[in-house]
């Protein structure tokens, strides 16, 4: 019997060895083998039991000490899990299974689903590279219909530079946002809309704003599962009703939205009214207590995307006949609103004369600026900004070209560029323009910065 017993077990062992023994260590990665022995559960020697369902997911404790300081606590400090498992019931098991595969092989499929999640667990086991690697994600990924919920993830995993660079983005596309057909702003907390109202940035007209607010108290009722009276969307909007500046609206919409419903009281729609019809004066007890600002909305920031890290002067780009073009084309991760463009100054003094026009994909001239006449004495900056007349939409994903024709002096030059520039809550990507006809690229030349919001 115990002779049989050694057979058999000789046997399991060759059996299991047949398994595993099919060379699939040769000719592969460290990435690779690592992943081979993660996904097959070779050599595991520890069991995380993960999500609601505790799923088993079997991993090796030498990997993840090596990578993280929290795993290497876990199970070798002064209070290390002694059992051969681990519950963890705040992380599912597809989020668990990506995180452990960053782990093994430094790689990772980042998806709209997965990444709050997933920057949650590389927060929890201190990876900070994939914490960065999630959050450059989201801010390549933002647009206008999904920047609330990433804004409101980003509040709650207090991602602060994330959640800033959100608001950025719907203080440029205001209009854009909150009318949404997918109305995401429903998904932020009383927080996170309260701080949106109570901005002056808040690029949208009134009607826009009392509407969208509307939309986002009814959401809370369906939540809360209440009906959507007039009543109930007062509670709920609480202080944030009195965040609507309805002295702003056009007197007609007032009317036709907001007049004939309960949400405002008899005296404070009469106090709206008073407001349309006069300017209030100090001590006018009519209006004594009034709620409502009348402030104007829509103050702009405006930011600098620069794609150079060095400057230099004078040894090329200087014009000397009317065909001599700089051009630059890019794309931008959403949309923004283009207000200009930097211009180099001449070099070491002189005087630079010329245009500059942005074009669109199909070559169409957007918007220009002519005569433009720029100078340099001692003491200036290298560059001067040029603003359009008015702000021109770029739409996301979409290229542009700005092109710059010169004719003066030599000028400062950049070099060094980037072909990608991380902005305010944006990503730009540029690109050569085949318009250039003066030596403008990605690396080196001319138009050193474009001026967005």
Known sequence: ??????????????????????????????????????????????????????????????????????????????????????????????????????????????????????????????????VDKCRDYLETEINNDNVCTILEQAHLFDEQN????????????????????????????????????QSDKLRAREETIFMACLNWAEEQCRLKDIDTSDTNLRDLLGDMLFLIRFPNMDQRAFTELVSNRKLLTTDEKLAVYQQFNRSPRDGDVTLMGFRFSSKPRNST?????????????????????????????FSASRDINLFGVSIYRPFPDGIIRGCVKLYDETNWCMTKLYNLEILCIDGDETTVDKKFKGSVKIHQNRWYTVTQQMQGSKSFYGMNGQKQVQGKGVVITFRRSPMDKNKTNVESGQIPALLYS
């Open 1 to 130: 019997m115990l002779c049989i017993t050694k057979i058999y077990g000789r046997k399991l062992l060759e059996r299991k060895m047949d398994d595993t023994s099919n060379d699939w260590q040769s000719g592969k990665s460290l990435a690779e083998t690592n992943l081979y022995m993660l996904d097959n559960g070779l050599g595991s020697d520890i069991t995380f039991f993960v999500g609601n369902k505790g799923e088993r997911v079997l991993a090796h404790k030498f990997m993840l000490t090596s990578r993280s300081q929290v795993f290497y606590a876990m199970f070798y400090g002064q209070l290390a899990e002694t059992g051969q498992g681990v519950i963890i019931p705040d992380i599912e098991a597809e989020v668990m299974k990506t995180f452990l595969r960053f782990l093994y092989t430094e790689e990772v499929d980042i998806t709209p689903d997965t990444v709050m999640a997933l920057m949650y667990t590389a927060k929890k086991y201190a990876v900070q590279i994939l």
């Open 301 to 329: 920031e405006i930011f600098r995307a620069s794609r150079f890290k060095d400057v230099f002067g004078g040894m090329i780009d200087f014009w000397d006949n009317d065909n001599d073009c700089d051009a630059i084309s």
């Open 162 to 197: 994330l959640r800033n660079n959100c608001f950025t983005t719907i203080f440029s596309n205001s209009t854009d946002v909150l009318k949404s057909p997918l109305k995401d702003y429903q998904n932020l907390c009383y927080t996170c809309f309260k701080e949106l109202l």
